[in-house]
Each structure stands twice: as C-alpha cells, then as structure tokens.
C-alpha cells in the first residue's frame, strides 16, 4: 500500500493561486488528483500517469496544471484563477494502472488515498 501525504491547501481569494503537494512513499504508477466539495461526490480533476501522460478535467483546464517529480516522488498540482466553486477537500490518489496512453478518472482504478487537503476560496 502506497502511502500518500498531502499539504498546500488553505484560504485564497477568488482569482488567486495556490500550489498542492502530495509525497508518496512506495512505488507508484499513475497518480492523481480528485476533489470532494460538501454535499457532493469527489470527482477527478487531474491525472498523470508513468510517462507523463497527463488528462485534466475539463472543469479546470486551463487554470490547473498537474506535474510530478519522479525521483522525489512527489505530485504537484498548480491551481491558478482559483474561483468559489474550486472549493473543496482536495485528495492525492494512486493508481496500480500501468497503461502508457491512458489516464485513469475514476474512484475505484485509483488504489491508494490520501487523507485530504482543504482548499477554499473566497468571492
């Protein structure tokens, strides 16, 4: 089992920025992002696989970015022009899915999860 520890989240203005980090102890495939806001499902909002393959939700294209550090082992998701409905329990996953060209997006293909970061913006 792949342990995962997120930090970066807090408190931001809408149209501010904020960066999340997420380091991973034990050997992983894909890694990803999903988030959590209250009263609704967690959905995927980023996703980058063993080679660099890297598929973000369409909600946040063009804002979000998702990059990794293979040899620290480390994910990262950048997150610019952060607006009210970004709001949300932010969640660093991994996956055991070692296909070079795909992507996983849902809950159950990702194996290991963190414990969450807060992340709230301000109108």
């Known amino acids: 089992q792949v342990q995962l520890v997120e930090s970066g989240g807090g408190l931001v203005q809408a149209g501010g920025s904020l960066s999340l980090s997420c380091q991973a102890s034990?050997?992983?495939?894909?890694m990803g992002w999903f988030r959590q806001a209250p009263g609704k499902e967690r959905e995927f909002v980023a996703g980058i696989n063993s080679i660099g393959g890297r598929l973000i939700s369409d909600s946040v294209k063009g804002r979000f970015t998702i990059n990794r550090d293979y040899v620290k082992n480390t994910l990262f998701l950048q997150m610019n022009n952060l607006q009210p409905e970004d709001t949300a329990v932010y969640f660093c996953a991994a996956s055991k899915d070692s296909r070079p060209r795909v992507v996983p997006t849902t809950i159950i293909e990702y194996d290991s999860w963190g414990q969450g970061t807060q992340v709230t913006v301000s109108p």
């Open positions: 034990g050997r992983t495939l894909t």
